[in-house]
């Protein structure tokens, strides 16, 4: 970039990543279900549960949550580990308390397949293999080996991850709603790459005796309504302010506010599951335990359901602008690897119309405040001039930062505007947007022809980064703007 570092943002960029309003989480290179499974679906525009106070109280709304999962505790590792083997992994025979329930084997278990809590383990003792040559997930409850190589457990399952197939009704898993374990964990390589793409996984100490989709099994003899059944799905709510957490927390708590969790077994109230990884930092994740249950409330996900006997779920309903917003909504062009973006109906109609060829939609949008409204930041744009070598825009909400490309790079490039579209400016101290504002990252191509894109996704700002894309912006995440709450 032509601009002094001395004053330019030095951060990164991010789009929200709203392709049909569902992702599609791979673990090794192994898609975790297909992008259209509930797991892998957004509920962050669904309705909240008429029973969502009762369910609330019921599990602990003053119960702070727990991040089940780490480094090391008591000698072991913190969480559900699982395993990746290949398709030349022996299987061997397992049998299982509950029959009845359980897919039959054998499984493809290695004779040094971590078991949850250690080999000494009295508790849960899970037991998770993925063959991604097979796109086959294995799980097991109370998994014990034999001497002979064989196992026992007390139920087992198997999951085909390509698919979006549940389980018999009625039937347990290695969990007792019938559910994948893998699927829910949060894991490090995610958090590490900037998005968790699914729902998580948690436990409340009380669920009546039902299940709701996708779950298949209930555990429980209480029937009260104030008890929430298994499968039911929570999430984090809009309002709770994510800036005071640490860069690692607040991925988990976007993926909570977006995916949710599912209610999954019985256990301590919102105890919230991972797989153990030495790259934890256990301080940094005890932050959760200052979300409490309050913080969190139940979502109707009902209008998600296709077949109640498949996972395979309707896209959401996409985000509308409120009256008072407007969508920004981004553009890219391949003959020369540059991102557009405008909330002027007049250029996304020209563009979608071929009137400058070459440009398309990539899908990523986020919502801003319309010009010249004076409770937010005006956004200038400017445009470098072909003949400078450019031909790309430039966008701040920085008055300073756009006083000193006026006053500096006049020569290269064209003031605009003053007022493309309003939003939240970010603490320049630390970067924090208000309260149930996104942050939108920017992010600088580093080449001769500049080229900036703006996004609120973290997992886009990564894969930008990791093309050698520099981020620019404020505090620890380089943020640059603030977007309206989508």
Not at 168 to 190: C, E, F, K, M, N
Not at 210 to 232: D, E, K, V
Not at 410 to 434: K, L
Request: hydrophobic share 40%.
């Amino acid at each position: 970039m032509v601009f002094p570092r001395a004053w330019l943002f030095v951060g990164a960029l991010t789009a929200a990543i709203t392709t049909h309003g569902w992702g599609s989480p791979t673990l090794i290179g192994c898609p975790l279900f297909p992008s259209t499974n509930v797991w892998n679906t957004a509920i962050d525009t669904l309705p909240v549960d008429p029973n969502s106070n009762a369910y609330v109280a019921t599990i602990g709304a003053a119960k702070p949550v727990h991040p089940d999962f780490g480094t090391v505790y008591n000698g072991a590792p913190n969480g559900i580990a699982f395993v990746a083997v290949g398709g030349s992994q022996a299987k061997v025979p397992v049998s299982f308390s509950y029959a009845g329930e359980s897919d039959p084997g054998p499984y493809p278990i290695p004779s040094d397949v971590p078991i949850e809590g250690g080999p000494q383990a009295s508790g849960d003792r899970h037991v998770l293999v993925l063959d991604c040559t097979a796109g086959k997930l294995y799980e097991l409850f109370a998994a014990y080996p034999n001497t002979d190589g064989s196992w026992s457990a007390g139920s087992g399952a198997v999951f085909d991850v390509r698919g979006n197939s549940l389980r018999p009704s009625s039937w347990t898993s290695a969990d007792a709603a019938g559910l994948p374990i893998l699927a829910g964990l949060v894991r490090y390589d995610q958090v590490n790459a900037g998005e968790i793409a699914h729902a998580l996984r948690f436990t409340a100490p009380q669920t009546r005796n039902t299940f709701i989709w996708p779950a298949r099994h209930q555990a429980s003899s209480l029937s009260g309504t104030q008890y929430p059944p298994m499968g039911q799905r929570f999430r984090l709510k809009a309002s709770v302010d994510t800036s005071r957490f640490g860069p690692n927390v607040q991925i988990i708590l976007r993926a909570l506010k977006k995916y949710g969790m599912f209610l999954a077994d019985n256990g301590s109230s919102w105890f919230l599951s991972g797989a153990p990884d030495p790259r934890w930092n256990d301080d940094e994740l005890h932050q959760l335990s200052l979300l409490h249950g309050s913080d969190f409330e139940a979502v109707d996900e009902s209008s998600l359901m296709i077949d109640p006997n498949s996972a395979e779920a309707r896209p959401p309903t996409p985000t509308q602008p409120r009256a008072a917003e407007v969508s920004v909504i981004e553009y890219f062009r391949a003959s020369v690897g540059h991102y557009f973006m405008t909330a002027d109906s007049a250029e996304t109609d020209a563009l979608d119309n071929g009137v400058f060829p070459g440009w398309t939609r990539t899908g990523q949008t986020f919502n801003a405040y319309p010009p010249s409204d004076a409770s937010h930041s005006p956004v200038c744009r400017f445009y470098g001039r072909p003949e400078a070598g450019l031909d790309s825009h430039f966008y701040s909400a920085s008055m300073a930062e756009c006083q000193a490309v006026i006053t500096r790079f006049s020569n290269a490039w064209t003031y605009e505007s003053g007022d493309v579209f309003t939003v939240d400016a970010p603490d320049p101290a630390d970067g924090t947007c208000p309260s149930a504002a996104l942050p939108i990252y920017r992010l600088y191509n580093n080449r001769a022809d500049t080229n900036h894109r703006y996004t609120t996704s973290l997992a886009v700002r990564a894969q930008m980064m990791n093309a050698g894309w520099i981020a620019e912006g404020y505090g620890a995440l380089a943020v640059a703007m603030c977007a309206a709450t989508q």
